[in-house]
């Protein structure tokens, strides 16, 4: 997987993760530490810490770029810079994985994540797993695909109409 792919999918999972967290109602208990853990076990079997891997190593590159495009000559010590960032923020990944396990424990009991966590180590779910972003990346295509048709349609469509009306197009 590239860079860009990973991004992309990180992001995808991010923006998944940002409607999933809108608020709870007020009578909703905190999550248990027993569900956490679940949760957490859940983020892992999901392929969501891979996916988030790349969070890193890209805000980092992405800093990099932004010195570099002022003064190209900063590349060497950026390199360097950015090298050891790299490996200082890596564990900082804790951070977010813990987050999203605990958006999972907000969202469904410790029994429900429980079965979540069975059906990802099942056969069908480590497949669902694998495919799961090939499946996305797939879907996203036809989507735009799609839209860009309807879009070339509905354009033509209009055009035809304000012809009807009188303009000249």
Do not use: C
């Amino acid at each position: 997987m590239t860079f860009l792919q990973a991004t992309r999918r990180a992001m995808q999972l991010a923006l998944v993760g940002a409607a999933l967290s809108s608020p709870l109602p007020a009578l909703a208990a905190p999550p248990t530490p027993a569900a956490l853990a679940v949760a957490g076990e859940l983020v892992k079997m999901t392929g969501a810490t891979t996916l988030f891997n790349s969070l890193v190593p890209g805000v980092v590159e992405q800093s990099k770029l932004l010195f570099l495009q002022q003064n190209p000559g900063l590349a060497g010590d950026l390199n360097v810079i950015a090298t050891q960032m790299r490996a200082d923020l890596t564990p900082r990944l804790n951070e977010l994985y813990a987050e999203v396990a605990k958006i999972y424990a907000e969202h469904f009991t410790e029994q429900e994540l429980k079965e979540l966590l069975a059906f990802y180590n099942s056969a069908v779910g480590k497949k669902y797993v694998a495919e799961q972003g090939i499946v996305v990346n797939a879907s996203l295509k036809f989507a735009q695909d799609w839209a860009n048709k309807l879009s070339d349609e509905v354009t033509a469509k209009m055009r035809e109409e304000l012809k009807k009306k009188g303009h000249a197009l």
